[in-house]
């Protein structure tokens, strides 16, 4: 229909109204997370100081449609719809006959896709008449979105920003100041948590999991402060689904439909967005995408970490979460890909892996970041270094393309720009940037810490 035009934009009353809840469709309802002590499901009493009721609901709920509640559709108006464009710059350099789409997250206040669901988690905070919110951050992209949030709806936000990032990342962290957030450098001396692991290993580079207990640990202690999770639970996958919505119609108006979905994964936040609303137009056998989630090598969850029960942080606070995990007790090296550096997988995703529903696969950093340099040379925007490892998947798709000559259709979230991650381009460039093969013994000795291994 519009197979010549480049950048579909809908108009803003095309912003969805509701969001699509991917648990309604399933054939096998996803494992509950237990409690830690009595190996029972966990119930909303035991949530309560984390999460705001309605929060809660969302994340063990099977409705299909939720309703998006008009205050936040009116925020989402900021940036949202967000455009999908055909790359066929990128293309053209590759010399491929496959047709490349992405969906373009970066335009959004603080330049990912994490606020399309800060926003509803500070709205629901503060209906509940929540006054702090406090959270982890690694790349600082999911602190960045949640101080803006919060600003919103007159929230203070408190965030525990992972020791690596926070050093090789400054403008991430004044940009959360500049929405008027608190930020630690974690592992940090203000909480119990953060000051055990400093008292072990003062030179911690941190990593997600103990950002967790450290934001976990003080939302528990104070009854006017909650928590907030940038990605991995139900309810964060769901609020991303308006990516996948708005997708599905410009994909329409370009007249194509996708033969394969990419995305990164890191918690699973955005490659669920995209992909759930495509895969529950596949399950009722309207279209037949490949689906396919590509992490870092150095921190692969999905293709090497085991499916179990396991802490979704490293001191052990939060529930038992049935995902695949390389154990709470793991590290990662420090990568330049901060958001895909947690050792777990969303448990919902996890599930939906072991039904055979999407395909995973490992990509090395310096690999991703010359998709990255490719991508920035030929369609302009440069990628911050989590949707680099979808590019290069799609890349080395395009080029595999180009050999047999198929006109294959390939469909990507470009997640966020890659702005604040400049020195880490830099570092590429000058040739100073390496891969951190993953040995195997890590794993094991990470996995040797599994609750009831
Ligand atoms: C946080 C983040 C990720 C990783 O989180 P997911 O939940 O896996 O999406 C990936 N890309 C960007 C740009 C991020 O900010």
């Known amino acids: 229909m519009m197979a010549e035009a480049t950048r579909i934009l809908l108009d803003e009353s095309r912003i969805p109204r509701n969001w699509y809840n991917i648990v309604a469709d399933l054939p096998v309802p996803p494992p509950p997370p237990l409690h830690p002590v009595t190996s029972e499901p966990v119930g909303p009493d035991d949530l309560a100081p984390l999460f705001p009721a309605e929060l809660i609901e969302q994340e063990v709920s099977a409705e299909r449609f939720p309703a998006i509640p008009e205050s936040v559709r009116d925020v989402y108006r900021l940036w949202r719809p967000t455009p999908l464009v055909r790359a066929r710059r990128l293309e053209r350099s590759l010399g491929t006959p496959a047709r490349i789409y992405y969906k373009y997250e970066g335009g959004s206040p603080s330049g990912s896709h994490k606020p399309n669901t800060a926003v509803p988690q500070a709205y629901y905070n503060a209906r509940q008449g929540i006054r702090r919110l406090t959270t982890e951050t690694g790349a600082g ?10 600003a919103q709806y007159g929230l203070e936000c408190e965030v525990w920003m992972v020791r690596a990032s926070y050093d090789q990342k400054p403008h991430r962290r004044s940009l959360m100041r500049v929405y008027g957030a608190t930020v630690h450098a974690s592992p940090s001396p203000v909480t119990s948590s953060g000051a055990g692991i400093l008292a072990e290993y003062p030179e911690s580079p941190g990593s997600l999991g103990i950002a967790i207990s450290e934001a976990v640990e003080v939302a528990g202690s104070d009854p006017e402060t909650r928590y907030a999770l940038g990605s991995v639970l139900n309810h964060v996958l769901l609020h991303q689904t308006v990516i996948g919505e708005e997708a599905i119609e410009q994909m329409a108006a370009f007249g194509e439909a996708p033969d394969l979905i990419v995305g990164c994964a890191g918690g699973g936040s955005n490659f669920a967005g995209l992909t759930f609303p495509f895969l529950r137009e596949k399950l009722a056998g309207r279209m037949d995408p490949v689906i396919r989630a590509v992490e870092p090598e150095a921190c692969p969850s999905l293709t090497r970490g085991t499916y179990a029960y396991d802490f979704g942080d490293a001191a052990g606070f939060t529930p038992l979460l049935k995902m695949h995990t390389l154990g709470h007790g793991f590290i990662p090296d420090p990568i330049h890909a901060g958001g895909l550096r947690y050792h777990g997988m969303s448990p919902l995703l996890s599930h939906m892996y072991e039904l055979g529903m999407f395909e995973a696969v490992a990509r090395a950093q310096t690999e991703c970041f010359e998709a990255g340099l490719r991508f920035a040379r030929t369609e302009g925007i440069v990628p911050a270094p989590e949707p680099t490892h979808a590019l290069a998947e799609v890349v080395a798709e395009a080029l595999r393309c180009r050999e047999t ?49």
């Open 141 to 150: 992209q999911w602190g960045s979105a949640l101080a803006f949030a919060c």
């Open 405 to 453: 000559g198929e006109e294959k259709v390939i469909l990507t979230a470009l997640c966020g720009h890659g702005h604040f991650d400049l020195n880490a381009y830099d570092r590429y460039l000058s040739g100073e940037m390496e891969d951190f093969p993953l040995p195997q013994e890590r794993i094991d000795t990470a996995l040797a810490g599994l609750p009831g291994a």
